[in-house]
């Protein structure tokens, strides 16, 4: 940069003129919006419309970052903070990551969570050299859960700790070991910031179900139901997906009917990557805002059954408290009544006793 040289450039002088910017799109246009709105909103920026940012993003993209926060149960119906959405500002990760780390101590599964997040936090972390495709597809099988991509990450993690978190180990199941390095190093910080906000890390052990579900309620957003052989249709909006063929779901003798992925990968179809099985029931009790379950014709006969005896008897309570008003409001009235009267009386009493002395004084004094 500082005498005289050669410079190679890896674009056409008409792609220079005509294709690219003058400058670099600054990173809050073009990126989620998630951490940044939570920050602000953590620091009493209300109207985030007239924030007055340096490089204001589209206000498109700041109204989808406040509806997938509350979505997520980040922000209440006004825009403020709920009690989750301070829990998640702690930390310096996708919304979404978050929320699957707090929920996943509610669910007595932060351990494992804890584990999930920091892979999800890396690039992929098994590479596949083309003159030995057969042998590293082979190595990855042996760490793979059939019904999570979620876990197979975890058993992989809990497999190299259990080595003493050795390179030859990664080299020989063919895992980038610098990546598993960056792993450990965001697990020691999350777990930290963890042990600062008060929370427990516990283990589930075995029981996987927990873990799903944990998942579950970060990404229902990405619920699919199964169409058909590996394929699923995403229950917002219809969308085809199709399982990656890495995935640990992918050739099975069965398929699950529920499922929610991580990301889409856009190739020559629309590729879920990273995906777990779920139980169709989770939906609604841990996406209320997308999911209900479809009531039958007699539930929906029993449910306004409910609601009618529910109102008559919401009535016959908002009568008695008004009966009991009334009665609270007499007594308090004839009460009056009497303190008002007991005053006339000593009043009369004073004035007639007065009337006494003043009648006694005239007497005495001839008068």
């Not at 099985?277 to 306004?304: C, H, N």
């Amino acid at each position: 940069r500082t005498t005289n040289g050669f410079a190679f450039r890896l674009y056409t002088e008409n792609q220079f003129h005509w294709e690219m910017l003058q400058t670099t799109v600054p990173e809050i246009q073009r990126t989620n919006l998630g951490n940044v709105v939570l920050l602000l909103k953590s620091l009493g920026v209300d109207n985030l419309l007239e924030f007055d940012f340096m490089d204001p993003p589209p206000q498109e993209n700041i109204c989808n970052s406040m509806y997938q926060l509350w979505v997520l149960g980040a922000l209440d119906n006004t825009g403020a903070l709920t009690p989750m959405g301070r829990k998640m500002v702690e930390f310096p990760l996708d919304p979404a990551l978050s929320k699957m780390l707090i929920v996943g101590e509610e669910l007595k599964c932060s351990s494992e969570i804890l584990t999930i997040t920091s892979m999800l936090s890396v690039p992929r972390i098994f590479f596949r050299p083309p003159d030995r495709a057969e042998e590293s597809d082979a190595a990855r099988e042996k760490f793979q859960v059939p019904e999570s991509d979620h876990l197979t990450f975890l058993h992989v993690f809990q497999r190299w700790k259990a080595e003493g978190y050795k390179a030859e180990w990664c080299k020989k199941h063919f895992i980038h070991v610098k990546t598993l390095r960056k792993v450990r190093e965001i697990r020691s910080q999350l777990l930290d910031i963890m042990k600062s906000q008060r929370m427990s890390i516990i283990s589930c052990g075995t029981d996987w179900d927990p873990v799903r579900k944990a998942i579950c309620s970060a990404y229902f957003q990405n619920a699919g139901r199964l169409k058909g052989i590996g394929q699923y249709v995403n229950l917002r909006n219809g969308m085809p997906c199709h399982l990656h063929p890495t995935s640990a779901l992918y050739g099975l003798g069965y398929t699950p009917d529920y499922i929610v992925y991580h990301e889409l990968v856009m190739t020559s179809k629309e590729y879920m990557r990273t995906v777990t099985a779920i139980d169709g029931k989770w939906l609604p009790e841990l996406g209320p805002v997308f999911f209900s379950i479809k009531e039958t014709y007699a539930q929906r006969i029993e449910r306004k059954k409910q609601e009618k005896e529910e109102k008559a008897k919401m009535e016959e309570e908002m009568a008695e408290k008004l009966e009991r008003d009334e009665e609270e409001r007499r007594k308090k009235a004839k009460k009056k009544i009497r303190k008002e009267k007991q005053k006339m009386l000593v009043a009369g009493a004073k004035l007639s006793k007065g009337a006494k002395k003043a009648f006694r004084r005239k007497k005495r004094f001839g008068m």
